[in-house]
């Protein structure tokens, strides 16, 4: 290992020398917390302004009802005129939402029938749903008042239409509350592991074969596993420090930023759960190092290995976009996939949730053995004559 170790410090310092990739690498621990920072800050103006800013609803037939237009009113709803076309209106996004009042409003309340009404929206755009939601409660709200006027005129009480008090009992935490928006992390994170190393792996395989440094360093008088033990342990090294410095400024956004005045609650990482995040990682920086090293291995130049490397962090990050939108419990066969159980468990992780050591140990094992298993195929690589030329 003596030898090996010369190597990887080899590597390191000639990386070191290369500061155009190490401030690329610096630069690139800041993108995961920076892109979080402003979704935190996007969605927290965007919820604010259209929950708090005058809500002008267009309003078709609103002589039809004048007791709901003057209910909008009183509830902080400005009725405007409707738009020529209303559907089209709302289908290119000029208005969130229109209402539509039947011509027989009036009469059918006096029947004691439903009354027709009609709101004309596009449920594809995202940005309108908290408008939309404003005006379906509020008309919720005018139907409840409505029925409660209707049981008192005939001497009932309208409590008799409740039969159940449901009493909720809210247990989320602020990091739970905010779970969606944290579940982006480890995507985040899954992007440093595979892409903090990727240069210096090019760099020593495909990028030494092109400046034909890689046959003098093969004709050494060391064993090819060690030369590969020290190319794959100076890109754990530099992932490593990517993986530390995205945490870091994770902990230093959610620490030091005033989350709270943007999205309403103040969310926070310890040093502990930082901590813990890092040790689950490792396995990852080994397994991402392994694959990196092969496919330097198997490229012909160093213009085909970035290419390939820089696809391949989509392919692990996939399940952590998977994640932010859809909730998955954790199960113990899902350990078994590499990057999928680490990524469960750090959501786990931060949403303060107890996690099950068994699952760290499977998940944490079996992606070090994969890895194992590549770095014996990688050095099986470089024992060919053909690593000096490519495949």
Known sequence: MEKAWIVLQKEVLDNLRDRRAITSTLLGTLLGPGLMLLLFFVIGRTVEEQTERLLEL???????????VAFLEQNGVGVVQPPPNPEEAVRVGDLDVVLAIDSGFGESLEQGVPAQVQLIVDDSRQS???????????????????????????????VI???????????????????????MMPYFLIFSVFLGGMHLAIDTTAGERERGSLEPLLINPLTRRDLVLGKLGATIAFTLVSVV????????????????????????????????????????????????????????????????????????????????????????????????????????????????????????????????????????LYRRERILFGR
Request: glycine share 4%; aromatic share 6%; no cysteine.
């Open 58 to 68: 267009p309003v078709i037939g609103a002589e039809h009802a004048p007791g709901l």
């Open 128 to 158: 309108s749903s908290v408008v939309v939601n404003r005006v379906e409660n509020l008309l919720r709200d005018y139907s409840g008042t409505i029925v409660a006027l209707r049981l008192v005129a005939r001497g009932i009480s309208p």
């Open 161 to 183: 239409l409740s039969p159940l008090a449901v009493e909720t009992v809210d247990v989320a935490t602020p990091q739970s509350e905010t779970a969606e928006l944290l579940s």
């Open 245 to 380: 410095g995205t945490l870091v400024a994770f902990w230093i956004m959610l620490a030091v930023v005033p989350l709270e005045g943007i999205i309403g609650t103040q969310v926070s990482l310890e040093l502990g759960s930082i901590a813990r995040i890092f040790l689950i990682t490792l396995p990852m920086v080994l397994l991402a190092a392994s694959i990196q090293t092969i496919i330097a291995a198997f490229s012909r130049n160093y213009k085909e290995a970035q290419s390939y490397l820089s696809f391949l962090p989509l392919v692990p990050a996939l399940p952590g976009m998977f994640l932010a939108f859809v909730p998955v419990r954790a199960s113990l066969w899902m350990m078994l996939i590499p990057t999928f159980g680490q990524q469960l468990i750090i959501n786990q992780i931060m949403r303060q949730e107890p996690v099950l050591p068994l699952n760290i140990v499977v998940s944490s094992l079996f992606t070090v053995l994969i890895a194992i298993l590549l770095i014996w195929v990688a050095v099986s």
